[in-house]
């Protein structure tokens, strides 16, 4: 049998996620197919083997119990999950009086930072000591102001700031005594490592990751699914020696293509882009065939039907919608479902209007709609040939590339069978 590891973390997971307001607690909010607690959890056990205390909400603790078995793996018996309180200062302590009895080393994690790289958690293990706290921290990159209502009154200088994030380590000793001061002043710390120093133990700072963000925000969340996509486009790219624990990335493609004749009143919309003066495109909706195509590749890719199904007759909240919305809704659909984008490539065929000065503005229009995969549009003409050279409409290709997300030590892709697993 493997030494029981003498360090264990302590991932603080009982938020509600006030400013998330994503209508459940944060922790519990998906990423991708995947909860913020499971992609924390992923990270914690990448990492170098220590114990694992879970914090939950109140309520929560079967939910949180789900996530650490399907993260943990065959480590389950080094896990433990209890019930927060209602400031993170509590939850800690919670999760403090949950330690095993020969646990030297503890550190403090927030869910919330859910993309932490394991090889920050295992650098503050091996930067603790008997008598130091470790906190990661990245160097402040804004030009810092003191104001004072509206006016500003100085610069800061920042080389002297640094942004603190987590796991935060500490010798459990004095972590344990230090909390019992802080709650025997009834005062409350902005994180561990103040409440560590305020007993009079010094701390060091170590280098974190600018992946090691606290998801607070709804952008936060969109940076994270993101950084997600992006990275299971990198390790497509680099086959990875050995199975890894993370998500990685299943590709799959679709296909989509569209028709408009031109026709109707007012002004052409197409690739997301009014087109003052340009003859516009008949349809249900604003004619725009680019997006239509877009929409059809990506519920393609990922066998969610198309986009009659979705945004026909049958939707008239969708009549006279624009490409953002169309777009935006799509990959909702995508993510509910468990699926990242990769990229989108989409050819208009037609004679007018004339693409090229505009390209880049539609690009970043129909990419925005997307939340920031890459959209490359490109036109062509038929030399006068069919319906596009005879000017009597458009035709449009697209192909999207999106990506499952899933386990690589037990994929499970939603279409297979159970063939990968043992
Ligand atoms: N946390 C906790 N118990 C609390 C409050 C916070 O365990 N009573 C945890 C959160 O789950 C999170 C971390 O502490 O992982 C950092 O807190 P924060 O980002 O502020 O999360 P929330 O308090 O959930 O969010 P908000 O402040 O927007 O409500
Ligand atoms: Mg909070």
Redesign the pocket.
């Known amino acids: 049998m493997l030494p029981v590891p003498t360090a264990a973390i302590i991932v603080?997971?009982?938020?509600?996620?006030?400013?998330?307001d994503a209508g459940a607690p944060?922790?519990f909010v998906g990423i991708d197919a995947h909860s913020i607690l499971r992609h924390a959890l992923d990270g914690v056990f990448a990492a170098a083997p220590i114990q694992v205390v879970v914090?939950a909400p109140a309520g929560f603790e079967g939910d949180a119990e789900t996530e650490v078995r399907a993260a943990a793996g065959d480590r389950a018996d080094l896990t433990r999950v209890v019930t927060?309180?209602?400031?993170?200062q509590?939850?800690v302590a919670a999760g403090l009086a949950a330690l095993w009895g020969d646990v030297r080393t503890v550190l403090v994690h927030?869910?919330?930072r859910a993309l932490t790289p394991p090889a920050v958690i295992d650098a503050v293990i091996t930067a603790v000591d008997d008598s130091t706290g470790i906190l990661p921290t990245l160097p402040v990159i804004d030009t810092l102001k003191r104001v004072e209502g509206a006016t500003v009154i100085a610069p800061v200088d920042r080389s002297e700031l640094a942004a603190a994030q987590t796991p935060q380590g500490f010798p459990r000793t004095l972590l344990e005594q230090a909390y019992a001061r802080a709650e025997r002043d009834g005062i409350e710390y902005t994180d561990d490592a103040a409440l560590f120093a305020a007993a009079g133990h010094p701390v060091r700072h170590i280098d974190g990751s600018s992946r090691g963000f606290?998801i607070?925000t709804p952008d936060d969340l969109v940076r994270a699914r993101h950084l997600l996509a992006a990275t299971a486009v990198q390790s497509l790219a680099q086959p990875v020696a050995q199975p890894v624990a993370q998500p990685v990335g299943v590709p799959r493609v679709g296909i989509g293509t569209d028709a408009h004749a031109f026709g109707g009143d007012g002004n052409l919309w197409l690739a997301g882009l009014e087109w003052p003066g340009e003859q516009p495109l008949s349809g249900h909706s604003d004619g725009d065939a680019v997006a239509h195509a877009i929409v059809d590749a990506l519920l393609g890719a990922a066998g969610l039907g198309d986009i009659g199904e979705h945004f026909g007759t049958a939707h008239p909240e969708y009549a006279g919608a624009h490409a953002e919305v169309f777009l935006a809704r799509t990959r909702e659909l995508l993510a509910q479902s468990g699926f990242g984008i990769g990229n989108v490539s989409v050819q208009f065929q037609g004679n007018r209007p004339r693409f090229s000065a505009r390209r880049r503005e539609a690009e970043g229009v129909l990419s925005d709609a997307l939340g920031g995969v890459p959209v490359s549009v490109t036109a062509t003409t038929t030399d006068g040939l069919g319906f596009p050279g005879r000017a009597e409409g458009i035709a449009v290709t697209a192909i999207a590339m999106v990506m499952a997300q899933v386990d690589a030590n037990n994929a499970h892709d939603p279409e297979s069978n159970e063939k990968e697993q043992s």
């Open positions: 603080v997971a009982a938020g509600s996620g006030t400013r998330l944060k922790a914090v927060g309180g209602s400031t993170r509590q939850s927030d869910a919330a606290k607070t």
